[in-house]
């Protein structure tokens, strides 16, 4: 092992200031996400785990159009309510 080579080599973990200030985006997200309506929050949460509005409709037994309105309104709350409270 070089331990001269090693010492180039960049530390890919995120600092603590840059874990804390994820921490507190995901933190503020999750309240505004919290404070939706149930078919609001529903889609969202989905949508935060990483379906589709073709997924989330299916789970939730809606159409896909109404879920991807209720995903679009969801996201423009959150939006809203997120806009004055970062950094």
């Known amino acids: 092992l070089d331990i001269e080579a090693a010492d180039g080599i ?8 840059a874990m804390a200030a994820q921490q507190h985006a995901a ?12 078919p ?6 989905l949508a935060l785990e ?5 997924e ?3 789970v939730l037994g809606i159409g ?4 991807a309105v209720r995903l679009h309104r969801g996201k ?5 309510r997120l806009g004055g409270q970062h950094g």
Request: glycine share 10%.
């Open 10 to 17: 960049a530390d890919e973990s995120p600092s603590p200031q």
């Open 27 to 38: 933190a503020l997200l999750q309240r505004a996400v919290s404070e939706l309506s149930l």
């Open 40 to 45: 609001l929050k529903q889609v969202m949460v």
């Open 50 to 54: 990483g379906l589709g509005a073709g």
């Open 56 to 58: 989330i409709a299916g």
């Open 64 to 67: 896909e159009s109404t879920a």
């Open 76 to 80: 423009a709350i959150v939006r809203a």
